[in-house]
């Protein structure tokens, strides 16, 4: 099955620089790569996804980018704000019968230090 | 807006007990999972349903079932509560099994004793 790994496990940023997130996967099969935010207390939440014809993504201040061949994406996080501190999950999709299945990877707790 | 509720923030129970997770939708959504979250370890899929009484294992199916009798509700059962099952618990919606996106609850922690 699928194995999606990132790094790094903890990410400490003064406020206005820049954080970068990695994730890896192992299945070539993938084709859709989300990343979620979860703030203290809630349910993860959808911030940023790409497909995997696109190379590169970009939303106000995050964006993502995707190495098929390398098989890596990573999320980047441009003048950072407090309230961007928060647990962040990569994700890989593969498909089924029933539906789009997602695999995460462990998470990076981001520490934005006004 | 989704909303996806859980029917506890917070549950304490003893080892051998069964338990119950309960988990509704309000937005008619056709697929819903339950994940388990640990830290270092992310979210890990224990079972998805993507129809009434219709569901599917996940990576990490043993010990617990689901059950599905309504479209906007799915639960999650441990049979006999152990330790190794003291976690926090996340349910989550799709609109369709075509969807990507999926809509999570506020997580139930669970603590088994």
């Given at each position: 099955g699928e194995n999606v790994e990132q790094h790094p496990s903890t990410l400490s940023v003064q406020e206005g620089d820049s954080a970068v997130i990695k994730c890896t996967y192992s299945d070539s099969a993938s084709n859709y790569f989300p990343w979620y935010k979860q703030e203290l207390g809630k349910g993860p939440q959808l911030i940023i996804d790409i497909r995997s014809n696109v190379g590169e993504k970009k939303d106000q201040r995050i964006a993502v980018t995707l190495n098929k061949t390398a098989k890596h994406f990573s999320l980047h996080i441009t003048e950072t704000q407090p309230e961007d501190s928060a647990v962040y999950f990569c994700a890989a999709a593969r498909y089924n019968n029933a539906g789009n299945m997602l695999t995460f990877g462990g998470g990076t707790r981001l520490m934005v230090k006004p | 807006d989704v909303k996806v509720t859980q029917s506890s923030r917070y549950l304490v129970k003893r080892t051998g007990e069964k338990v119950f997770l309960e988990c509704v939708q309000d937005m008619d959504h056709e697929n819903m999972f339950w994940y388990r979250q640990d830290p270092g370890l992310g979210l890990r899929l224990i079972y998805f349903s993507y129809d009434v009484k219709m569901k599917e294992k996940g990576d990490i199916p043993e010990g617990y079932s689901v059950s599905r009798e309504k479209k906007e509700r799915f639960s999650l059962i441990l049979e006999s509560a152990s330790t190794n099952q003291t976690s926090m618990y996340l349910c989550a919606s799709t609109v369709?099994?075509?969807?990507?996106e999926q809509y999570f609850g506020p997580g139930t922690r669970l603590t088994v004793t």
């Open positions: - | 369709s099994p075509r969807q990507y």
